[in-house]
């Protein structure tokens, strides 16, 4: 992570990752030019109308929602576009916020904190039954270590597909029984979708109660939070899309645990996140008292990372979340009263959210925001690289008589040296998920992940593998044939 640079923990990072994948030139995919010098903008709700209108225009997402709030008031909470049902989005409609919902989660155990029911600084498996792991370090594990992400959970070291198949959170802790940490608890860090569940599972145990009761009664009640909830059987959120070649789908989310997570299960709408965020910069109704608010953003002693929040150098807090057809983001400047979160329901190869915050917190400073960019470069640069991967399978498929007639009594290893490089892209498609892995810090990334918000790339790779494999396979029976004949 660069200090300079806001810190954007979840999907951001792969999407970086999948878009130099694609081609050196997307790299810019999303950063917009700077603007040259000009009177400074007041954040009216007229300006923040006019800037999330021209996100909606530039990024093409299929609907995008907004709220800015200062101190206890909503300043301007507004919709742009659509649902798939051809419904308008407007600051009431519901959508998921992923990881957005690690600070949900967080202020549930800070609130039994608070009351004795959880004890932050003590080890995890002293309070909630059922947490083992196959690493005796998990018994020094701390609520605070996962609140903070220090645990020592990491994808690495445990089994990302088994734990989406969890029905349950008891039954997504039981999950982890086999599993490791891959360092001691409380001397690294590592963003872990883990460690939220497990923090939603201590907050049932210690209240009593099922998640989604305790954050309905607890957090979103008190706030005013009407059309939020932990799934989607409570508030049904707009459905989500993902780009192909600038054509937005709509799509169901992908079929993993997502209901009553504490990593990433709340849906809610942007006027809501409104209250959300009065109330995170100390105004409102409050949830915990002021210390422990103060605590929840106060970065660990190993990373600038708070309880569910991003510290970033300037002082203000910031959260994104993506799943692979949603993304969202909040972020709260303690020291203006200024908070802003962003929803939409379309995931492409750059996060539409992010630069709508970017933009919307310029005008908090009274500057003027950089034009909004979105992924028309990629997108089109992807459907290029498709169509000139089937023009070029095509070719050679047509080509293989004469490549073959060409290479007729040649030793077998020679052929084989000859045909590497239009192998090349299908052991690149093949080891794809496991590459952009490595390229986003060890996140995991699966098949079905690669599918959803990088389709567009992943076509691209596939075709790419499959004109290579049918060439290669044409010029070998071309091959036979010839030898057959002579």
């Known amino acids: 992570?660069?200090?300079?640079?806001?810190?954007?923990?979840?999907?951001?990072?792969?999407?970086?990752?999948?878009?130099?994948?694609?081609?050196?030139?997307?790299?810019?995919?999303?950063?917009?030019?700077?603007?040259?010098?000009?009177?400074?903008?007041?954040?009216?709700?007229?300006?923040?109308?006019?800037?999330?209108?021209?996100?909606?225009?530039?990024?093409?997402?299929?609907?995008?929602?907004?709220?800015?709030?200062?101190?206890?008031?909503?300043?301007?909470?507004?919709?742009?576009?659509?649902?798939?049902?051809?419904?308008?989005?407007?600051?009431?409609?519901?959508?998921?916020?992923?990881?957005?919902?690690?600070?949900?989660?967080?202020?549930?155990?800070?609130?039994?904190?608070?009351?004795?029911?959880?004890?932050?600084d003590e080890p995890v498996a002293d309070q909630l039954p059922g947490f083992t792991m196959a690493d005796p370090r998990a018994e020094e594990v701390t609520v605070r270590q996962l609140v903070n992400q220090t645990s020592g959970l990491k994808d690495t070291t445990i089994d990302v597909r088994e734990l989406e198949d969890a029905e349950s959170l008891e039954d997504y802790v039981a999950k982890l029984g086999d599993d490791a940490l891959a360092a001691d608890p409380g001397t690294a860090y590592a963003y872990c979708n883990a460690n939220f569940n497990v923090a939603a599972r201590l907050v049932e145990v210690a209240s009593g109660q099922p998640f989604e009761a305790f954050m309905r009664e607890r957090v979103f009640a008190p706030l005013g939070m009407d059309h939020s909830a932990t799934r989607d059987e409570l508030v049904r959120p707009a459905l989500g899309h993902n780009s192909l070649f600038g054509l937005w789908i709509a799509r169901e989310e992908d079929d993993v645990m997502l209901d009553n997570s504490g990593s990433g299960g709340i849906i809610t709408s942007a006027a809501d996140m409104g209250q959300w965020l009065i109330s995170q910069n100390g105004h409102g109704p409050q949830l915990v008292n002021e210390a422990g608010l103060r605590e929840m953003h106060t970065a660990s002693a190993v990373e600038e990372y708070g309880m569910g929040w991003s510290v970033e150098d300037d002082g203000t807090l910031v959260h994104s979340g993506n799943l692979m057809t949603y993304n969202a983001v909040q972020w709260i400047d303690p020291d203006s009263g200024y908070g802003i979160a962003v929803l939409t329901n379309g995931a492409g190869m750059a996060d539409a959210t992010w630069t709508a915050m970017e933009g919307l917190a310029a005008l908090t400073r009274g500057e003027t925001p950089a034009e909004p960019g979105g992924d028309a470069l990629a997108q089109s640069i992807l459907a290029a690289a498709t169509a000139a991967a089937i023009a070029l399978g095509a070719t050679g498929i047509a080509r293989s008589r004469r490549w073959a007639a060409k290479r007729a009594g040649t030793a077998a290893w020679r052929i084989g040296l000859r045909l590497v490089p239009v192998l090349i892209p299908l052991a690149l498609f093949l080891s794809y998920?496991?590459?952009v892995s490595l390229a986003s810090g060890g996140r995991t990334v699966t098949w079905s992940s690669v599918c959803y918000f990088a389709l567009p790339l992943t076509l691209a790779l596939l075709c790419a593998a499959l004109a290579g494999a049918a060439t290669a396979i044409a010029r070998l029976l071309r091959l036979r044939s010839v030898g057959s004949a002579a």
């Open 1 to 120: 992570m660069q200090p300079s640079t806001p810190h954007r923990p979840v999907a951001p990072r792969l999407l970086r990752a999948l878009t130099a994948t694609a081609i050196a030139a997307t790299a810019a995919v999303g950063f917009a030019a700077p603007v040259p010098a000009a009177p400074a903008i007041e954040p009216t709700p007229e300006a923040i109308d006019a800037y999330m209108s021209d996100v909606y225009e530039a990024t093409g997402v299929p609907g995008i929602s907004a709220v800015v709030t200062r101190d206890d008031q909503i300043v301007h909470a507004a919709g742009y576009g659509h649902d798939a049902d051809g419904t308008e989005v407007s600051a009431d409609t519901p959508m998921r916020v992923a990881s957005v919902s690690k600070s949900f989660t967080a202020m549930a155990v800070m609130i039994l904190a608070e009351e004795g029911a959880i004890a932050l």
């Open 433 to 435: 998920p496991s590459l």
